[in-house]
């Protein structure tokens, strides 16, 4: 099986595809038709490629953790996305959109944001490259991540409250799709993660897959072979999870682990591990596994990092998982905390919520002393002070 790309409806076995109003077919059917031709053209990449050297800083570190290494005794290699401009995986996406979105003519980029992380990767790519920019975000979280509101006004994005339903993430969505088929022509739609209608999963992940193309090479480098024992990221939608396992989910010998996020826990009702919870559902226009009630009501995930805190996972994750080619954990919040402050502790690195999922599968599996293991840091911390200050003992 070909786990790395869908099929030509956009399917990973049975999850994915295009559930969308009709209003919206002929701007998803442009993507459609038009996506890998621009983006694997010479000059895109010629573009792509430059900013994310001399503008997003990369190649991001490989980074030998060695203190961390030896309490779990094994090899841990760390993939640092937190040092990239704007503190996360978030960019590489937002810029590779913006750039396609500019290739097909469209002026005007509409987002939808929940932290507010990809609301502010958007407006620095549309900032850069001179695009309007319109970022949707639920009515409470702007309330409740005003560092991130304001970093997008600066950036010169103009931020629309979405009012409606539970007035966070999914609502943001709704009224972003809802915009997009009344400015079909002039605008694109910047998904921020493997989520979304085809083609924006396979969109997202090629544009993350940048993520695994360095591992390849950086540990080559520095081990003498290209392929480590075990890849670990943490899985919101999916994104950052997707450019860590692309280029190694078609070979055999690398084990794949996503943490998920468990919140108070999968069996609490305040949680967001939609492997352990989901059923098969539509979600934003795409089948995948969701959050849901038996009549198809989404269910409101919880999760201590905003960036988790969502009812789906993409498709190109629920199929690793139905084919057991992915094992997934699902981390409590208390076990992500103690992990952002044992990385602090032990590294001097302070990650992001989200990323702590993902170091929090070291106490999950047991891993042998010469196994090469490397875990994506998505993103950085500073986000997250205001909840770490309150966990300080
Ligand atoms: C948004 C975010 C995530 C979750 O999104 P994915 O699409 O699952 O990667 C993870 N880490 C950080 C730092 C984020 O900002």
Not at 213 to 222: A, R, S, T, V
Not at 337 to 345: D, M, P, Q, V
């Amino acid at each position: 099986m070909n786990y790395q790309n869908p099929d030509k409806n956009g399917y990973y076995g049975e999850f994915g595809g295009a559930f969308i109003p009709e209003m919206l077919y002929p701007n998803v059917e442009e993507l459609q038709q038009n996506y890998l031709k621009i983006i694997e053209s010479q000059e895109f990449q010629a573009e792509f490629q430059d900013l994310l050297k001399n503008y997003v800083g990369r190649a991001t570190p490989l980074y030998f953790a060695k203190n961390l290494s030896e309490k779990y005794h094994t090899k841990i290699y760390l993939k640092r996305e937190d040092l990239n401009h704007t503190g996360a995986h978030k960019i590489n996406n937002a810029l590779g959109q913006a750039l396609l979105a500019k290739k097909l003519g469209k002026k005007r980029i509409i987002a939808e944001t929940g932290a507010g992380q990809h609301g502010v990767a958007t407006a620095t790519a549309c900032a850069l490259l001179g695009l309007e920019c319109i970022v949707y975000m639920g009515e409470i979280d702007i309330a409740r991540q005003a560092p991130n509101v304001a970093r997008m006004k600066m950036l010169g994005a103009t931020v629309i409250p979405a009012t409606s339903g539970s007035k966070t993430l999914k609502d943001a969505v709704n009224e972003a799709l809802r915009d997009w088929i009344n400015n079909s022509t002039t605008t694109h739609y910047i998904i921020g993660s493997v989520v979304g209608p085809h083609p924006f999963p396979d969109l997202v992940a090629r544009f993350q897959s940048v993520i695994s193309e360095e591992i390849k090479w950086q540990l080559n480098e520095k081990i003498g072979r290209e392929n480590p024992d075990y890849v670990i990221a943490c899985v919101g939608g999916g994104s950052n999870a997707a450019g860590t396992f692309y280029h190694f989910v078609n070979e055999k010998n690398v084990k794949i682990i996503a943490g998920e996020a468990g919140g108070f826990g999968v069996d609490s009702g305040k949680s967001a591990a939609t492997t352990f919870l989901g059923t098969l559902g539509v979600l934003h226009g795409s089948k995948s596994l969701v959050m849901q009630t038996e009549d198809g009501q989404v269910i409101e995930p919880h999760s201590i990092s905003a960036g988790l805190d969502y009812p789906g996972i993409g498709p190109f994750h629920a199929n690793l998982f139905k084919e057991k080619r992915a094992e997934f954990f699902s981390i409590n919040d208390d076990e992500a905390l103690k992990f952002a402050f044992e990385l602090t502790k032990l590294e001097g690195i302070i990650p992001a919520l989200e990323s702590a999922h993902a170091l929090a599968v070291l106490e999950k599996k047991t891993f042998e002393k010469d196994d090469v293991v490397v875990i994506c840091l998505s993103g950085r911390g500073d986000k997250d002070m205001e909840t770490y200050l309150k966990n300080l003992d």
